[in-house]
């Protein structure tokens, strides 16, 4: 008994130490990701690139930003606590959520309490649908899709494609729709069009003898990394090597743990990020956050460092305080980020429309000697 | 004269139905004097239709004695169905509580059809079937709501499978969205709504439970052989409590659904039907105020946990273990069993 008691004790004494006590003159601003479960590697990279940023603009002295991050397991349910979570922490703008998904009901909520926010990398289209203080940093899906295969075509990739897709995502099928509908405008041949889920996603034999039957020369894969690393895997085993073209989802390939990444050699991916840049501000932001995390940072990083410094310009030229509560940062917010330009590091000259959708180019991408290199 | 003394079983129903009433009761109070912080208050909801999940699971599991293992998915026809209904009776309907109602009907009522279609031929097998049946029907009806378009139009209801082909009229909205599921869902769901729901769930359980039914599905449970020699239809019986448990079970998921702006069906997996499993037996089997307490509690508890950040779901699972030790070592029970009224000596906490 005495045990027992002294264990609940123990359990209420840990349960006790609160978060720090936090400042009264930085801006409080949350965003939700997945920083456990399988799409881990969104999550934390890009609060890690968040972070980065935050610190930055707090060493400068002049605006102050008190960044928080909660998981959200990559699920509505648990987006819509964590989300809960940072206004009872009393957040003032926010990061949305990191996935699509999630972003989609918590995009509701900031909707609802006029709490402005700019997702990092939640690419659906929905999540800024009739929503006027919702914006994104990443491209929206549909966006991707056509923008994928007019790069193909224009760059002379290939002239037969196939298509593996999961139908059970929302991310993979919203690309997959428009990457069809600009094949057959631009008269791009695709010669296998197979499909997984999410139950099935372990033996893609079937999709990959499909594709190299009907001797398909690229394989365009609009999914996540995870599944995108098997199918890479298994087409090596039976020695098929066609070109592989993956969206911003196969974007953490390379720091997948137990992947070979030599199977990944000549992967092309259209990202807006290219960690190899030589521009200024990119190799500074890889320096730390590779000093910091131990890892190259990838297009979710750099998009979560990008939101925050968009925030950091805004927020100087609204003149805004931290005393000033959410809906009226909101208004002000909603007024910056419709009318300023933003220079970051997925891109230059970036706008945002009146909708929230963003505006600017990609960049291609192709893994060569286990890193990414630019492909223009 | 009978005796005005209420016996065991009767008490227990009453301290849970009192118990439920003044939960309710207290946190309405708290929510509309703002003493609820933002956290509790988002999950109310939710936990009214977690505790109608872990309570109709027990009638499967805990009083017909089968164990299910695809839950969810009578969630997840509840749910998709509901909302489904709700949005089309939108026009039609203008209260919102109307329409949270019959969204929770319709969900329930498809759920039924579905729990008695799977039960006909599953329950009349003996040993373990129903278990992996039900876990492969969970996954089937994934698989179905991932695959479905239904949308909606001046002219009715499309619906179409594998893609999207309803060809809407203009005007005409898309309900459900393969693998999208459901989005721009109105936001009904009301914590008074969940509290109702929790309470008619409770009065059919207990109804059932202590009615002639009830008793043969005990039967059933304890002996079947025993049972069927006394001539009762024991397919009959166990079909009745399976499909109830549907019901509810579709009513809890239509209200899940209404309270968030956005459902998939990957929502209703193995995991979920395994957690509300949890939440049945860490309540005990065939207790319902046990697994009212379960569901609530270990709904909050990941929540409460959120300052341990990636250590958190690690630290859900100690609890659990924790828990489970404690509820089941002796010395904590007969500490438990000196705050129960008019507790018999001989009696056996089971």
Known sequence: ?376 | MKSIRLNKTTRKNYLTYGLVIVAYVILQLMSSSGATTSTLQGMLVPICAYVVMAISLNLTVGILGELSLGHAGFMSVGAFTGVTAAIAAGNAIPSAAIRLIVGMVVGALFAAVIGFLIGIPVLRLRGDYLAIVTLAFGEIIKGIFNNLFVGIDSRGLHISLLSDKTNLAEGGKLIIGGPMGIGSIPKISTFTGGAILIMITLIIVFHLVNSRAGRAIMAVRDNRIAAESIGINITKYKLMAFTVSAALAGAAGSLFAMNYTTIVANKFDFNTSILILVFVVLGGLGNMLGSIIAAAALTILPEALRQFSDYRMLVYAIVLILVMLATNNDTFKAFLAKFKPGKKKKEEVS
């Open chain 1, 1 to 376: 008994m005495k045990k027992f008691l002294a264990m609940v004790l123990a359990l209420a004494m840990v349960l006790a130490i609160g978060s720090a006590a936090f400042a009264d003159d930085a801006f409080k601003l949350g965003g939700t990701g997945p920083l456990t479960g399988g799409a881990a590697i969104y999550g934390n990279a890009a609060k890690n690139g968040a972070e980065i940023a935050a610190e930055e603009i707090n060493a400068l002295g002049g605006i102050q930003i008190e960044l928080k991050y909660e998981d959200d397991t990559h699920d509505a349910e648990k987006a819509i606590n964590a989300y809960n979570t940072l206004k009872d922490w009393g957040m003032q703008i926010s990061l949305g959520s990191v996935t699509s998904k999630p972003c989609e009901a918590t995009s509701a909520e900031t909707f609802e309490d006029r709490i402005f926010a700019l997702t990092p990398s939640a690419s659906s289209v929905a999540v800024v649908e009739g929503k006027d203080n919702m914006f994104q940093m990443c491209f929206t899906d549909p966006n991707q899709g056509s923008l994928s295969a007019q790069y193909i075509v224009d760059k002379g990739l290939a002239s037969k494609v196939a298509v593996i897709w999961k139908n059970d995502d929302v991310y993979s099928k919203g690309i997959y729709e428009t990457f069809m509908a600009k094949a057959a405008e631009l008269g791009l041949e695709v010669v296998s069009d197979t499909t997984f889920n999410d139950g099935n996603a372990t033996d893609f034999s079937v999709q990959i003898a499909d594709a190299q039957s009907n001797s398909a020369e690229l394989v365009f894969l609009p999914m996540y990394y995870d599944a995108a690393s098997l199918i890479l895997t298994q087409a090596a085993k039976i020695g098929y090597a066609p070109k592989y073209f993956g969206v911003d989802g196969m974007d953490g390939i390379l720091s997948l743990e137990g992947f070979d990444t030599a199977l990944a050699e000549g992967v092309i991916l259209l990202t807006p990020f290219n960690a190899d840049s030589a521009d200024e501000k990119t190799a500074s932001f890889v320096a730390k956050y590779q000093e910091k995390f131990g890892e190259i940072p990838n297009q979710f990083a750099a998009d979560g460092y990008d939101c925050v410094y968009a925030y950091y310009q805004a927020l100087t030229n609204a003149n805004a305080t931290p005393d000033m509560d959410a809906a009226a940062l909101c208004d002000l917010m909603i007024q910056q980020f419709t009318s300023m330009t933003f220079n970051g590091l997925t891109g230059n000259n970036v706008t945002w429309d009146t909708a929230g959708a963003v505006s600017k180019s990609p960049k291609g991408m192709v893994i060569q000697n286990g890193a990414y290199v630019g492909l223009d």
